[in-house]
């Protein structure tokens, strides 16, 4: 069973990976990923070419 992380970093094969809360947005909590060491941040669909998508009016379909 999952369970929430004790903390906001996690690391793989010698890499830190830095867990950002983005608070709600598609779901009820949104996370993106940033890796320092490459300058890298995996922020999924919360950025989409220098447009934040506004869902407020969509449908629940």
Do not use: F, K
């Amino acid at each position: 069973m999952p369970s929430p992380l004790a903390e906001d970093h996690l690391e793989l094969e010698g890499q830190r990976l830095e867990l950002l809360s983005l608070g709600a947005g598609e779901s009820e909590a949104a996370t993106a990923v940033w890796i320092p060491s490459t300058r890298t941040l995996i922020a999924g669909d919360v950025a989409c070419q220098q447009v934040h998508p506004y869902l407020a009016n969509t449908d629940a379909v």
